[in-house]
C-alpha cells in the first residue's frame, strides 16, 4: 500500500511544483521558483518528518505520502542541475555559483530551522499536556 501513498503524493507533489515554477518562473535568468521550491521542501521535510515522530505520530502511509510522495516529487535536484548547467553554458559563471551555495546551504539552513521549529514545537506541546494532569 505505500507505493499508492507515494504515488498519490507524487502526483500531487510534481503538480504543485509545475504549477509554482509557472507562476513564479525566473528572475532575469536566475532559478528562483526551483530554489524557492527545494528550499522549502527542506524546511518541510525536516519539520514534518520532526513533529510526527516526536510529539504528532501519524499513519506510517501518510508519512511515506507526503514525506516521500508529496515533498520527494515537489522538490528536484534534476532541475536544479539542469538549471545549473544552463547558467553555466550561457557564461553566468557568478550566477550558477551563487545558485549551487545558495541552493546547498540555504537547503541546510532550512532543514535545521525545520528541525528546530518542530522540536520547540514538541517540547511546548508536552509542557501543556503535563498540564493537563494537575488537578486545580
Not at 507524487?10 to 509545475?18: P, V
Request: glycine share 14%; hydrophobic share 50%; charged share 10%.
Amino acid at each position: 500500500m505505500s507505493y499508492v501513498a507515494v504515488a498519490i503524493g507524487g502526483f500531487l507533489g510534481t503538480c504543485a511544483r509545475w504549477m509554482l515554477t509557472e507562476w513564479i518562473g525566473t528572475w532575469g535568468g536566475f532559478p528562483i521558483a526551483t530554489l524557492l521550491i527545494n528550499l522549502s521542501g527542506c524546511f518541510v521535510l525536516a519539520w514534518f518528518y520532526t513533529v510526527t515522530l516526536e510529539s504528532s505520530p501519524v499513519h506510517p502511509l501518510l508519512r511515506v505520502g507526503i514525506g516521500t510522495g508529496f515533498i520527494g516529487a515537489f522538490t528536484t535536484y534534476s532541475t536544479f542541475t539542469v538549471d545549473v548547467w544552463k547558467l553555466v553554458q550561457s557564461g553566468a559563471w557568478t550566477m550558477a555559483a551563487g545558485y549551487v551555495i545558495t541552493s546547498l546551504g540555504g537547503g541546510l539552513l532550512a532543514g535545521w530551522v525545520g528541525l528546530a521549529l518542530a522540536s520547540r514545537q514538541s517540547q511546548l506541546r508536552m509542557v501543556d499536556h503535563s498540564d493537563d494532569d494537575v488537578d486545580t
